[in-house]
């Protein structure tokens, strides 16, 4: 059994990393300045959850794709079980 599911990130979403290698000191200040007001991040993996929250599956993208403000981008994750 294979289900296709479609995960869209929008222009105003993931724009930030939760690494710690992003930001410093305790007050999480953006490590680039040039990141401020135009945040550049990379989409490496996709996870996919169920309703009450919980991981069910992780895929990997075969390179990384540059997401900012001014990208959107779609991907297709098919789960086959």
Not at 49 to 56: A, M, R, T
Request: glycine content about 6%; charged content about 15%; overall charge negative.
């Amino acid at each position: 059994t294979t289900n296709s599911y479609f995960c869209r990130a929008k222009a105003n979403d993931f724009n930030f990393s939760n690494n710690y290698s992003y930001t410093t000191g305790s007050d999480n200040e953006i490590i680039q300045a040039s990141f401020e007001g135009n945040p550049q991040t990379y989409i490496t993996t996709i996870g996919l959850y169920n309703d009450s929250h919980e991981l069910l599956a992780v895929g990997r993208l075969s390179k990384p794709i540059l997401k900012n403000y001014g990208t959107e981008a779609t991907f297709k994750a098919n789960l086959t079980y």
